[in-house]
Nanobody
Framework: QVRFVESGGGLVQPGGSLRLSCAASGSIFSHYTMGWYRQAPGKQRELVARIGPGGSRYYGDSVTGRFTISRDNAKNTVYLQMNSLKPEDTAAYYC????????WGPGTQVTVSS
């Protein structure tokens, strides 16, 4: 079973940037499509972006052009570069496989506020 530990969140002003990291355990990380998800208070968890084993990428409409997902298979790590952040990006961010497995990490909180 793959496990995930997210980091890199914090408080940032609108228009700012953050880079999230997710360290995954498991020897076959490189075989999985990996996704970043987020959950805002009172809302359902949603997929933000995903990256396939070969590097193909998908982004949700609300983050296209602002967020970039990448991966380093040698480090079992997936990243999310977030630029031009907006208050509506405020949420807890999680990584997982896509489709998601039943095991979620602790997440990392991103708060965009002036």
């Amino acid at each position: 079973q793959v496990r995930f530990v997210e980091s890199g969140g914090g408080l940032v002003q609108p228009g700012g940037s953050l880079r999230l990291s997710c360290a995954a355990s498991g020897s076959i990380f490189s075989h999985y499509t990996m996704g970043w998800y987020r959950q805002a208070p009172g809302k359902q968890r949603e997929l933000v972006a995903r990256i396939g084993p070969g590097g193909s990428r998908y982004y949700g409409d609300s983050v296209t052009g602002r967020f970039t997902i990448s991966r380093d298979n040698a480090k079992n790590t997936v990243y999310l570069q977030m630029n031009s952040l907006k208050p509506e990006d405020t949420a807890a961010y999680y990584c997982n496989t896509y489709p998601s497995s039943g095991s979620w990490g602790p997440g990392t909180q991103v708060t965009v506020s002036s």
